[in-house]
């Protein structure tokens, strides 16, 4: 409903996270809060009957629409991406809390994602529960919770996600997959 | 929240169940063992360590890496985990810890090691014990659940069937039995060797080679179709090929045998719900639960072909660009395989392509023509239309081998389209069909069963054509929560990226119907918000020259749209700035999409930050929308609407007011106060007031919009919360702390009730709760609820934030009114010097802390100091001309006390 404006402070926080600035990172958060929320909140609308939610359109929507007037390089854009994603996550999760909310009394129902596996009728993935799990996880590796942030609740490439977190594709792929065993293993009904 | 006091372990596998401990060790010898080929792992594991539990554990954690393909993963990856095994393990509820078997015996057969584990079955690698024969085997145990007599009765009934398939590229089925505590087994042909797909990529085996590998498959699959056995789950995973490049198919029959549904005991019928397939590869046959027959191994083999060619699954779309993911249609349409190539990432089509030694261009060309002419043809969701046994199609596959022409025909695009509109005839309650009339017409028509269907279509076609009413459209959308359920959705996205390929992919009579059909598409994805797409499609329509300049106009609006929606501001207003001119050149300068025109432009204006040209530009054109007699109410809205937050935006908070209340007129003329359009136009009038100052006339419209949006969203909903949240901030100002600490006590209980205590929102709720404390005159309530805000927002966003220096103020004129003196004025120092850095001079922030300042300095007794800083605030707001606001009464007050002193 609001038109985000390609914001100058956005651009600006990007650039001094490129150069070292992780504080910076943490101050875009609350810039860009309600325009992915609008924008999930769309696409969740939009895409109701699939019950899926496309979180890589959802981020790079908020990128063309808060950044990319500005155009910044690629590695301010994985730094959006990255801290899109984080918010992302929060987004999801509120939406998790508030439909088991406006439930209660009826049972718990979780707000689902398809993962995305088409035509998979029993792949249904409790957000909430995958979120309690990546919250264990990151107290052992916090490495495990960035790449999941990134790679499911940003809809990030590997190669994205490396340069996000500051490490090769191949030690990202290995953090992914140990991520996703873990995860798997606990999830899976 | 009762799952916020469940502990997360509990009942979990996995991770947290080995001694924590134990964990980094196991992590440790996990990612070590990733790295290396899984024949090599198990001698890590045995180097690396003597305990048992910790090896078990990294085992456990390999095989979830082996099932978790795909898992959580985004388009690239085209295998499922939602196989046949999962489907069993789901319908007997949670599967039992499996027990490695190896070492054990099971009739005359040692089991060696355990060589992988699924849902359904474990498989091990055995040998004969009684030496009657020295053959390896694999041995599959099933998984509990299923009745071993039944199994076994069924088995016995089959084995004959299968163990006469005796064909060099079937893998044969040897025996079979149950365990000694009853769960079934059978003994299979044991093939070392690499599932074809891997093989084929691995050896970077090159497409007429990955032809001749599939007619040994399709060979297996046409003996057995003599035999009268169904495969029924032909898929990668099941066809392995040897060193010797001898391709294998495996468990025949199985699918059947293991299938409840296929069983005549009672108990099972109630699991119909169950089907045994793989959904990737699954026929339409299978998915409806029609019979199956040997077509539907022949649309298996199809699958295959299509992914051996192309890398992907036909059914599993691999496209990075964003698309909705839904379960496929059953019988949807197979996709071409030279379409899917051509919209893959060009990094993608790169690996593809070097995985089959050849160039992307090379592939895609392979791929055109006779080849796919087979595939669609073998995957046509009629079983009429397929080849009509495996026999046939490996016929025509050898004829493409050498050079004859193939049987199959590339259907006509008649009858593409044809399936295509007949098949979304009665998908439901809004289907987005591309229809060509009689006379070539191109229309986007959109069918809705219920009014509010009829509503949003209506908002839709308009948005067609501007779309600044889109963000009307979502407004309305806003009544149709995510969560709270109810209104089936278009699957809008999904029907249309298939009538795009269709589009691209038919062949048209001729180039105007072409064209007008790729508009269609351009304008279908513009509706959607998809303006990068919509970009590409209308360009090219337009690009063709084909198309009568009286509509060509409409097509170039449409273009501007969304290039100015896709953020290329400057190409869409010279786009646009071209259309205006050429309707004012045809004599109109009153029509709607004149003025939607205009109203775009001045959006461009304002997101390429040309803030007072855009306002310039929009009071033209809304001068004009409010002569128009007959405008449609959604128009004006969205245009007054617009202009409001071009306003707010440019800081001109009093023409942003007589905006926001012209549209609260409109919205309360047109729609019902339920709407969610109402409720948000009294949000936007009080905070209009707000930014002005003017808090008493505020309170009216945000008690209406706290009123609306609970009776609307339900007071939970975070909507809800910040409309009442509002209000409290209004009655703050006012001077009436106790009606706003009623509020917020209650905007922050529901808060941490809905979203827990950890969320970002809180520490901001918390803060607002604390002001209303202090203002209430109790501090000492007030301080537990500020530190708590303070220590979290400086750990999420840093000491220095704008958040937390907000906060400390609060903690400043908290300290003052405690009065530790001393600690206000170290604080709200600290916080001016970093206010003189953010904000202007004249910026309401730093008035609001001058006078906090100046009531220290009085209380300390500095009075000049006092009376200094609120000369200026009051020479500041004057110089902005806010005498009118409610701070420059404070300032004056606060300055008339000094003086009577």
């Known amino acids: 409903m609001r038109s985000g404006a390609p914001d100058p402070e956005i651009t600006r926080l990007l650039v001094s996270a490129g150069s070292g600035d992780a504080s910076a990172l943490n101050r875009l958060v609350p810039l860009i809060y309600d325009d992915l929320r609008a924008i999930a909140h769309r696409r969740i609308s939009l895409e109701r009957k699939g019950h899926t939610l496309n979180t890589t359109a959802v981020v790079h929507e908020a990128y063309v629409r808060l950044v990319e007037g500005e155009q910044p390089e690629w590695r301010d854009r994985v730094h959006f991406f990255a801290v899109a994603s984080k918010v992302m996550r929060h987004i999801l999760i509120d939406y998790a809390r508030l439909k088991r909310a406006s439930k209660r009394g009826g049972g718990a129902v979780p707000v689902t994602l398809h993962d995305e596996h088409a035509g998979e009728e029993q792949g249904v993935l409790d957000v909430l529960e995958l979120n309690d799990v990546l919250e264990k996880l990151a107290q052992h590796d916090p490495r495990l919770e960035q790449v999941v942030e990134c790679r499911f609740f940003g809809g990030m490439s590997m190669e994205e996600t490396a340069e996000a977190m500051g490490v090769s594709v191949r030690t990202a792929t290995r953090d992914w997959r140990r991520a996703r065993a873990y995860l798997y293993d606990a999830l899976r009904p | 929240m009762s799952e916020g006091e469940r502990d997360p372990d509990e009942g979990r596998r996995g991770y947290a169940r080995p001694a924590q401990a134990h964990w980094a060790e196991i992590d440790a010898l996990f990612s070590q063992a990733l790295d290396l080929p899984p024949t090599e792992r198990e001698a890590l594991l045995a180097e690396s360590t003597d305990n048992e539990d910790v090896r078990r554990e990294v085992r456990r954690l390999l095989a979830a890496d082996h099932a978790a393909e795909g898992f959580l993963e985004g388009p690239l990856d085209t295998r499922s985990i939602g196989t046949l095994e999962d489907a069993l393990a789901m319908s007997d509820g949670a599967p039992p810890e499996e027990l490695d078997r190896s070492g054990q015996e099971l009739g005359p057969y040692r089991l060696i090691r355990r060589i992988a584990r699924g849902g359904m079955a474990s498989v091990y690698l055995g040998e004969r014990s009684d030496g009657a024969w020295s053959q390896q085997v694999a041995v599959k145990v099933i998984r509990r659940g299923l009745d071993t007599e039944d199994v076994l009765a069924r088995f016995r009934a089959e084995r004959q069937i299968l163990s006469s398939l005796s064909h060099p590229n079937v893998g044969r089925l040897l025996d079979g039995g149950a365990t000694p505590d009853g769960q079934p087994y059978l003994v299979m042909e044991h093939v070392d060797g690499l599932p074809v797909t891997d093989y084929c990529d691995e050896a970077k085996i090159a497409i007429d080679e990955r032809l001749r590998l599939f007619v040994q498959v399709g060979e297996a699959v046409a003996h057995a179709h003599r035999s009268l056995v169904i495969h029924r789950d032909i898929k990668p995973s099941n066809i392995l090929v040897t060193a010797e490049g001898t391709a294998k198919l495996l468990d025949f029959g199985i699918a059947k045998l293991l299938d409840p549904g296929q069983w005549p005991a009672p108990e099972h019928r109630t699991r119909t719900g169950v089907r045994l397939m793989t959904p990737e590869y699954a026929s339409p046959e299978q998915m409806t639960g029609a019979p199956v027959t040997t077509a539907s191994d022949v649309f298996q083999l199809g699958v295959l072909l299509f992914r051996l060619l192309t890398g992907v699954s036909p059914f599993d779309d691999p496209d990075a660009s964003p698309r909705a993911r839904m379960p496929r249609e059953v019988d949807a349409l197979t996709p071409h395989p030279s379409t899917v190539l051509r919209r893959t990432s060009e990094a993608r089509l790169q690996e593809i392509a070097a995985a089959r030694s050849t160039t992307p261009d090379a592939l895609t060309r392979a791929l055109t023509g006779e080849l796919e002419s087979i595939v669609l043809k073998a995957t046509d969701a009629d079983p009429e239309r397929r080849y009509r046994s495996a026999g046939a199609m490996i016929d025509d596959v050898q004829r493409y081998l050498s050079g004859h022409p193939v049987e199959a025909r590339p259907a006509g695009a008649i009858y593409r389209t044809r399936k295509f509109l007949g098949r979304h005839r009665w998908v439901g309650p809004a289907a987005a069909l591309v229809v060509l009339s009689g006379a070539g017409y191109v229309t986007t028509v959109l069918r809705h069963n219920t009014a509010l269907e009829q509503e949003r279509s209506r908002a839709q076609l308009e948005a067609r054509t501007a779309q600044s009413v889109t963000d009307f459209v979502v407004g309305l959308f806003g009544a149709t929560d995510p969560y709270e359920g109810g209104r089936a959705e278009t699957p809008a996205r999904e029907l249309l990226d298939q009538g795009a390929d269709l589009v691209l992919t038919g062949s048209w009579e001729s180039p105007e119907v072409y064209t007008r059909l790729v508009a269609a598409v351009g304008q279908a994805y513009s509706d959607l918000d998809l303006h990068g797409e919509a970009v590409a499609f209308l360009q090219a329509s337009l690009d063709a020259q084909v198309i009568p300049p009286s509509d060509r106009l409409s097509l170039e609006s449409m273009l501007g749209y969304s290039l100015v929606n896709a953020g290329r501001h400057t190409d869409g207003i010279a786009v646009l700035e071209g259309t205006t001119r050429s309707r004012a050149a045809l004599g109109d300068t009153l029509s709607n999409e004149h003025l939607?025109?205009?109203?775009?432009?001045?959006?461009?204006?304002?997101?390429?930050?040309?803030?007072?040209?855009?306002?310039?530009?929009?009071?033209?054109?809304?001068?004009?929308?409010?002569?128009?007699?007959?405008?449609?109410?959604?128009?004006?809205?969205?245009?007054?609407?617009?202009?409001?937050?071009?306003?707010?935006?440019?800081?001109?908070?009093?023409?942003?007011?007589?905006?926001?209340?012209?549209?609260?007129?409109?919205?309360?003329?047109?729609?019902?106060?339920?709407?969610?359009?109402?409720?948000?136009?009294?949000?936007?009038?009080?905070?209009?007031?707000?930014?002005?100052?003017?808090?008493?006339?505020?309170?009216?419209?945000?008690?209406?919009?706290?009123?609306?949006?609970?009776?609307?969203?339900?007071?939970?909903?975070?909507?809800?919360?910040?409309?009442?949240?509002?209000?409290?901030?209004?009655?703050?100002?006012?001077?009436?702390?106790?009606?706003?600490?009623?509020?917020?006590?209650?905007?922050?209980?529901?808060?941490?009730?809905?979203?827990?205590?950890?969320?970002?929102?809180?520490?901001?709720?918390?803060?607002?709760?604390?002001?209303?404390?202090?203002?209430?005159?109790?501090?000492?309530?007030?301080?537990?609820?500020?530190?708590?805000?303070?220590?979290?927002?400086?750990?999420?966003?840093?000491?220095?934030?704008?958040?937390?220096?907000?906060?400390?103020?609060?903690?400043?004129?908290?300290?003052?009114?405690?009065?530790?003196?001393?600690?206000?004025?170290?604080?709200?120092?600290?916080?001016?010097?970093?206010?003189?850095?953010?904000?202007?001079?004249?910026?309401?922030?730093?008035?609001?802390?001058?006078?906090?300042?100046?009531?220290?300095?009085?209380?300390?007794?500095?009075?000049?100091?006092?009376?200094?800083?609120?000369?200026?605030?009051?020479?500041?707001?004057?110089?902005?001309?806010?005498?009118?606001?409610?701070?420059?009464?404070?300032?004056?007050?606060?300055?008339?006390?000094?003086?009577?002193?």
């Open chain 2, 596 to 901: 939607r025109d205009l109203m775009m432009i001045s959006t461009a204006l304002f997101l390429e930050g040309e803030g007072e040209a855009a306002l310039r530009a929009s009071d033209r054109w809304l001068d004009r929308v409010r002569a128009l007699e007959d405008a449609p109410d959604e128009i004006t809205l969205s245009a007054l609407d617009r202009i409001f937050h071009l306003a707010m935006g440019d800081l001109s908070y009093e023409r942003a007011q007589r905006l926001a209340e012209e549209k609260l007129d409109y919205a309360h003329a047109a729609y019902p106060d339920t709407t969610p359009v109402v409720a948000h136009a009294y949000e936007d009038l009080a905070s209009s007031m707000v930014r002005e100052g003017r808090y008493r006339e505020a309170l009216e419209p945000a008690s209406k919009a706290a009123e609306l949006t609970s009776a609307i969203f339900g007071p939970d909903h975070l909507t809800s919360t910040y409309a009442t949240e509002t209000l409290a901030s209004i009655h703050l100002e006012l001077g009436e702390p106790s009606e706003a600490l009623a509020i917020q006590r209650d905007v922050v209980s529901t808060r941490i009730r809905v979203l827990g205590e950890e969320h970002v929102i809180i520490p901001m709720t918390r803060h607002n709760l604390a002001r209303a404390l202090r203002a209430a005159g109790f501090p000492d309530e007030a301080e537990p609820h500020l530190e708590w805000a303070i220590e979290h927002t400086a750990a999420a966003y840093g000491m220095e934030s704008r958040l937390t220096t907000v906060m400390l103020e609060e903690m400043g004129r908290l300290r003052m009114d405690q009065g530790s003196l001393d600690e206000a004025e170290r604080l709200l120092e600290q916080v001016g010097a970093r206010h003189a850095v953010s904000y202007d001079a004249t910026d309401m922030r730093r008035v609001v802390w001058a006078v906090s300042m100046a009531e220290l300095r009085d209380r300390q007794q500095r009075t000049d100091e006092a009376r200094a800083l609120l000369l200026e605030s009051a020479e500041a707001l004057r110089a902005a001309g806010m005498t009118e606001h409610a701070l420059f009464r404070r300032v004056s007050e606060a300055l008339d006390r000094i003086t009577a002193r």
